[in-house]
Structures are given as structure tokens and as C-alpha cells.
């Protein structure tokens, strides 16, 4: 009974930006479908499908969304800005932890 409909889940694979630059190139030569590639390859279409939007915004085909080198600085940005969060924090703590000593 366990068995009947119930897939268990692909385990996450990684890619290398060599193997994802080949899958984009053989989709936009056009002699086969996103669908096939990705059926030939063992991959999901929607992997597939981002993987040459993401190509398409880097070469500027596109303009509907973040360019990687844009991605990575938004990354290190929000990163940035969690850390000085954090630290205002600490500093205003530490600010009323004195204030109250001083009292």
C-alpha cells in the first residue's frame, strides 16, 4: 500500500556553470525542445527553463529580472545589512545596560 502513487523525492543535485552553459546552448540552438533536453538529460524543464532566463538576462536578451552579477551584489548587500543590523542592536543594549549602571 505505501508504494501505490507515492514518489519519494529526487535528492538536490548540484551543477556546474559549464554543464548548465551547455543544456542553455543546446536550447537555444533550436534544433530541440526545452522538453527534450531536459527529458534527455534527467532534468526538470523547470530547472531547465530558469537556467536559460537566467542566460538570457545575463546576455541582456532580456530585462524582466536580475542579472548573476546583480544577484550576488544584492546577496553581499542583504548580508551587510542583517550584520549591521545586528550590531546596532548590540550597541543599543549595551547603551541601556550602562544608562541603567550609571543610575
Not at 60 to 80: F, P, V
Given at each position: 500500500?505505501?508504494?501505490?502513487?507515492?514518489?519519494?523525492?529526487?535528492?538536490?543535485?548540484?551543477?556546474?556553470?559549464?554543464?548548465?552553459?551547455?543544456?542553455?546552448?543546446?536550447?537555444?540552438?533550436?534544433d530541440r525542445?526545452?522538453?527534450?533536453?531536459?527529458?534527455?538529460?534527467?532534468?526538470?524543464?523547470?530547472?531547465?527553463?530558469?537556467?536559460?532566463?537566467?542566460?538570457?538576462?545575463?546576455?541582456?536578451?532580456?530585462?524582466?529580472?536580475?542579472?548573476?552579477?546583480?544577484?550576488?551584489?544584492?546577496?553581499?548587500?542583504?548580508?551587510?545589512?542583517?550584520?549591521?543590523?545586528?550590531?546596532?542592536?548590540?550597541?543599543?543594549?549595551?547603551?541601556?545596560?550602562?544608562?541603567?549602571?550609571?543610575?
Amino acid at each position: 500500500m505505501e508504494s501505490m502513487g507515492k514518489k519519494r523525492p529526487r535528492p538536490r543535485r548540484s551543477f556546474t556553470p559549464e554543464f548548465k552553459a551547455e543544456i542553455v546552448e543546446l536550447c537555444q540552438r533550436g534544433d530541440r525542445t526545452l522538453r527534450q533536453v531536459s527529458q534527455d538529460f534527467d532534468l526538470t524543464e523547470t530547472a531547465v527553463r530558469d537556467w536559460v532566463k537566467q542566460a538570457d538576462l545575463d546576455t541582456g536578451a532580456r530585462a524582466d529580472g536580475l542579472t548573476s552579477s546583480e544577484r550576488d551584489e544584492l546577496a553581499q548587500l542583504r548580508r551587510e545589512n542583517r550584520r549591521l543590523r545586528e550590531d546596532v542592536d548590540i550597541l543599543k543594549r549595551a547603551t541601556a545596560f550602562f544608562a541603567k549602571e550609571t543610575r
